[in-house]
């Protein structure tokens, strides 16, 4: 009797430390459980989708040649509705209920600079995959991205601007409350100046405006060759519409929040003579990215967006990681993350540096009657 029931306490003491000990990934799991957290709706819905999909393919590929460790992955995701707090909350929950052992997302750098500080607290690796404002990763040593900094974006626009497009007056139109666009536009304009271009204008607008008639008003009154719009795709398209309305045909450049199946939707022809930066082109005819695009519109039926490619990067290189570490618990694979060196990633060749940032080349891109066309790669 006395031994039966000690084993019954050590039952009933094995079953707990097994659901309270941390990750669904543990021993007694036969699965290995990642989140991830994105806008699936409201005016950005496409990033969050487009990073499912590609995060999903990356999962297909994995769980088909045997998963890892040998155990298949599986990913819980949330949707944030584009929302900081929103995305703070999902992130809470994805690491206390859920017990991830890992996170990618989000893609606006608004949203993951408001979920980051969770994931470093509770030290449960995040990656990025598309989050570009420098502040990100600073957030601590958990938080990785996968693409390119604002820094280095902004110059990139600033030197097109100033050498292929060969202009000097221009204005800016930025997102207020949006960190990516507030910290690429000061970006941009540092840079324009220190290569001898004036910034003629700096107008502002909120993310869900519909009417940029007063802003484009003052804007066309200071006669710029051109306009700087670093926002989303959604306000990016209106604003395109509403400047050839009132006869403003200067080209529009942007950052690659543009990016997106819907902005030619919204924008349309006023669209044409407009240019963005991007992290890669469909039209590149590496062999990884033409595989990748192919696969991609086999499996959703249509062409994969940055945000795709990045997505199925981003969890491509967290199972890089779990491999070389051998183990999914979360300080093993941060460590691993950190290490990653010359991974070959759709989007180009990735090794994240000592601030855990990935150093990649961009690319510009045009936009013609609806369609996307590469323009040139400028490398860092
Ligand atoms: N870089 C943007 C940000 O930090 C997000 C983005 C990346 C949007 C790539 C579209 C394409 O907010």
Known sequence: MARRSSLFVMCLLGAALVSCAGNSSDQASNEIVIGEFGSLTGTTATFGISTRNG???????????????????????????????????????????????????????????????????SMIPMISPSSTNPRVTEVGDYIFRICF?????????????????????????RDIKNDYSVGLADVFADNMKQMGGAIVADESYSEGDTDFSAQLTSIKARNPQAIFIPGYYTEVGLIARQARRLGMAMPLLGGDGWDSP?????????????????HYSVDDPSPAIQNFVSQYKAKYGETPDALAALGFDSANILFDAIRRANSAEP?????????????PGVTGKITLDANRNAVKPAVVLRVRDSKLEYVETITP
């Open 55 to 121: 995060i999903d393919m990356a999962i297909e590929e994995v769980n088909k040649a045997g998963g890892l460790l040998g155990k298949q992955v599986r990913v819980i995701v949330e949707d944030d509705q584009g929302k900081p707090e929103e995305a703070q909350t999902v992130v809470t929950k994805l690491i206390t209920s859920d017990q991830v052992i890992a996170i990618l997302g989000e893609v606006a750098s608004s949203r993951t600079l408001a979920a980051a500080p969770v994931a470093q607290q």
């Open 149 to 173: 900094i604002d820094p280095f974006q902004g110059l990139v626009m600033a030197k097109f601007a100033t050498n292929t497009l060969k202009v000097k007056n221009v204005a800016i139109l």
């Open 262 to 278: 819907r902005l030619t939707d919204i924008g349309g022809e006023a669209l044409n003579d407009t240019y963005f930066s991007n």
């Open 331 to 343: 300080v093993k694979v941060r460590d691993a993350i950190a290490q990653t060196k010359d991974y």
